[in-house]
């Protein structure tokens, strides 16, 4: 699309599975609790955001794993929270009602440890103000020894082939970097009824004590965020791409996002929207500045909108 005029200020509202979002800012799960902790920060706008993720949530309450569970790395965090949450029903009949739903937009988080408990929880989350799901496939199958979904095409399949009846929502799963072929992933779920992708969710990672030769979270392994992990992110997501864009699937790409010049990275491979997590804790005011600067680039560039960048890599192929 050609730029009209210098006065024109770019368009950041975009659409993402059916629905409107009023910027391309979501942000992730488990990094603003349930969507209130940010209230309290002197000169935060909800305006700046097109959507938040709810923090993970599972069919009945999570008492979470044992402490330490956060850990700081080199240009990274690693967290192994164990979805501690009140349980799916609790969050619809007490925590959903507290939120400004006029000022954004909030989307679920649901996990589960077999697909018939993630299709409970879409249940429940349909009836509700939410305006998607977003599907964590990273929990591990009971029924199937601990296996990962979102390591397996088949059963991340399952998973989003058993919450699609349950609810009328859009549905958004979050694919793992963990997997062999993250574009077999992306198809199988595409194809199981997913009206969207989260890419990519954490990697796996661990860091020692060297004076007690310990692991320094409980739980041994964490999933590893921030910008050491945005390389990984920006591939995967390149990968993801083309079988995305076959079936008009729109992507909202993450990891180690900290700043406008990431996040355009992040819409030139793809990104229909962009998820901000890790970076919030870097600076909670992180969303206004990244809108200002994403508007500047855009004038720039003569672009009047945010979705006339996605997808506009250019490679020596071409």
């Keep these: 699309m050609a730029?009209?005029?210098?006065?024109?200020?770019?368009?950041?509202?975009?659409?993402?599975?059916?629905?409107?979002?009023?910027?391309?800012?979501?942000?992730?799960?488990?990094?603003?609790?349930?969507?209130e902790e940010y209230t309290r920060i002197e000169g935060w706008d909800n305006h700046d955001i097109g959507a938040v993720i709810l923090k993970g949530t599972t069919l009945e309450p999570r008492m979470g794993n044992a402490p330490h569970r956060v850990y700081e790395t080199p240009s990274g965090m690693l967290n192994a929270i164990g979805l501690q949450n009140p349980g799916a029903r609790y969050v619809v009949d007490h925590i959903l009602p507290q939120l400004p739903?006029?000022?954004?937009?909030?989307?679920?988080?649901?996990?589960?440890?077999?697909?018939?408990?993630?299709?409970?929880?879409?249940?429940?989350?349909?009836?509700?103000?939410?305006?998607?799901i977003e599907i964590n496939i990273s929990c591990p199958n009971v029924k199937e020894g601990g296996v990962h979904f979102g390591n397996n095409p088949v059963m991340a399949a399952r998973v989003v082939e058993a919450m699609r009846p349950m609810t009328k929502k859009p549905l958004i799963t979050k694919l793992s970097p963990n997997t062999a072929d993250i574009a077999e992933?992306?198809?199988?779920?595409?194809?199981?009824?997913?009206?969207?992708?989260?890419?990519?969710?954490?990697?796996?990672?661990?860091?020692?004590?060297?004076?007690?030769?310990?692991?320094?979270?409980?739980?041994?392994?964490?999933?590893?965020?921030?910008?050491?992990?945005?390389?990984?992110?920006?591939?995967?997501?390149?990968?993801?791409?083309?079988?995305?864009?076959?079936?008009?699937?729109?992507?909202?790409?993450?990891?180690?996002?900290?700043?406008?010049?990431?996040?355009?990275?992040f819409a030139i491979v793809g990104s229909d929207a962009i998820g901000l997590g890790t970076g919030l804790f870097y600076d909670p005011l992180l969303c206004h500045k990244l809108l200002e600067e994403m508007r500047d680039y855009l004038r720039r560039h003569t672009m009047n909108s945010y979705s006339d960048l996605v997808g506009t890599l250019v490679t020596s192929a071409e």
């Design 101 to 132: 739903h006029k000022e954004t937009q909030f989307w679920a988080n649901a996990n589960g440890t077999s697909p018939e408990e993630y299709a409970e929880v879409a249940r429940i989350f349909d009836d509700s103000p939410v305006t998607a």
């Design 185 to 265: 992933t992306a198809r199988m779920v595409i194809e199981a009824g997913t009206d969207g992708l989260s890419v990519i969710n954490t990697l796996v990672g661990m860091a020692v004590d060297i004076e007690q030769r310990s692991p320094v979270i409980a739980n041994i392994s964490g999933g590893l965020s921030g910008p050491a992990i945005k390389p990984v992110a920006l591939w995967k997501i390149h990968q993801t791409r083309a079988v995305a864009a076959k079936h008009n699937i729109p992507i909202l790409g993450q990891g180690g996002i900290t700043s406008a010049k990431d996040a355009i990275e």
């Design 3 to 35: 730029y009209s005029s210098d006065s024109v200020t770019p368009n950041l509202s975009i659409q993402f599975a059916g629905l409107h979002l009023q910027t391309p800012l979501v942000l992730l799960s488990g990094c603003v609790g349930f969507g």
